[in-house]
């Protein structure tokens, strides 16, 4: 019983050394530049145009879902400029306003390190309003305990 397993695999290895052999043979470049363009280090593939339009599509996708989040951030911190300016109007009717007239701006822009550079300097914007916001309230606040400890 060893004996024959043993024979069988001798002719199953030789087989794949007859069959490696023909496949290099067949599979093997014709001419010279087959060689050389299978062997030599190429330049990085150049995407076609599908899967360049799907990685367009891609980060437009993402730079969608980022200016959507901030313009809803945006939102959420105009809740707390509740005073209104010299006209009248709330501070928070006139952001939001500023905002919809940004965004509605920049609506159509395609350069991707554009629409990086309005999405940061709006995230910029938006933390530092908010910051400011809190400082103020906090000096207020820190005012209004000062004053009530003086009296």
């Known amino acids: 019983m060893q004996q024959k397993c043993r024979s069988l695999a001798i002719l199953v290895s030789r087989y794949d050394a007859v069959s490696l052999q023909r496949r290099f043979l067949h599979n093997g470049p014709d001419t010279l530049e087959e060689l050389l363009d299978r062997h030599v280090v190429k330049k990085e593939k150049s995407l076609d145009d599908d899967e360049e339009e799907l990685l367009t599509r891609r980060r437009l996708t993402s730079n969608r879902r980022e200016a ?84």
């Not at 300016?85 to 939001?96: A, E, F, K, T, Y």
């Open 68 to 151: 959507l989040s901030l313009y809803r951030d945006i939102l959420r911190a105009t809740r707390f400029f509740v005073w209104p300016d010299s006209r009248g109007v709330l501070w928070r009717d006139i952001l939001r306003e500023n905002a919809r007239k940004e965004f509605e701006a920049a609506r159509f822009e395609k350069d991707p390190e554009i629409v990086t550079r309005l999405l940061i300097g709006g995230r910029d914007g938006v933390e530092s309003a908010l910051e400011k916001l809190v400082e103020k309230q906090r000096q207020q606040i820190e005012k209004e305990r000062g004053g009530g400890n003086q009296r």
